[in-house]
């Protein structure tokens, strides 16, 4: 069998560089031949456990940089995106674990459906200022999806396997490296892995990787949330 590479992309809501990230990779599956799986994970899980002090918003210089790059991000990846009041104390006090494991729950149902369900959700919340991390939130947002059966998606999300998956893929992560989002990890089909890679303005690099093409942006491929 040849040693075929696959990618693991995993990203968390309340990052929106993982919004970068997820158009990016999202957009390019579609002329990649390399499998790609998308792996919902806890970015509070992954800051407790490397203890990292240097988040940029805790830097009041690199907050100001930063607020200033989400915008200049999100214009390359042609993304509709306004900071949320109050975003630096919402970033640094507000969990998302409510949205982590809804998403897990969707993918269990369908991964089509989660990627839907989280670009939804990044819409709502860096596109009209509205929150995200609540059942109820997440349950108006499958709403206007027009979800199947979203009150099962939502009581799914509390049992035992789904906490599992979203806890195992919070310590894959963490066990290959792993200190913010979005991460990735470039696999063999054995699931050895040959390299891991932090940040959304990374494509480039992971597409020469993997020997398949960059092609920017791809503005004509974004979806609507």
Not at 79 to 84: A, C, K, Q, S, V
Not at 149 to 167: C, F, H, P, T
Request: with cysteine; net charge positive; proline share 7%.
């Amino acid at each position: 069998m040849p040693n075929r590479k696959q990618v693991k992309f995993f990203f968390d809501v309340i990052s929106p560089y993982s919004y970068f990230g997820f158009e990016g990779i999202t957009r390019h599956r579609t002329v990649w031949k390399t499998p790609i799986q998308m792996k919902p994970f806890f970015f509070a899980g992954v800051v407790r456990h490397t203890e990292n002090p240097g988040l940029p918003l805790r830097v009041p210089i690199k907050e100001k940089y930063m607020h200033k790059d989400l915008l200049f991000s999100a214009q390359y990846w042609g993304i509709p995106f306004r900071l949320p009041k109050d975003y630096t104390n919402v970033m640094l006090n507000t969990s998302s674990i409510v949205p982590q494991r809804i998403l897990v729950a969707a993918q269990l149902r369908d991964n089509a459906l989660m990627e839907d369900v989280a670009r939804a959700l990044w819409h709502r919340f860096y596109a009209y200022g509205k929150p995200i991390f609540t059942k109820s939130q997440v349950a108006e947002v499958l709403r206007d999806l027009h979800v199947k059966n979203s009150d099962e998606l939502l009581m799914m999300s509390d049992s035992a396997e789904v906490k599992n998956i979203l806890r195992e893929n919070t310590d894959e992560a963490i066990g290959n490296g792993c200190f913010g989002a979005p991460w990735m990890h470039i696999t063999d089909n054995h699931g050895k892995v040959l390299q891991t890679v932090f940040g959304s303005d990374r494509l480039p690099q992971v597409a020469d990787f993997l020997d398949e093409p960059f092609k920017g942006p791809m503005r004509e491929k974004k979806q609507n949330a």
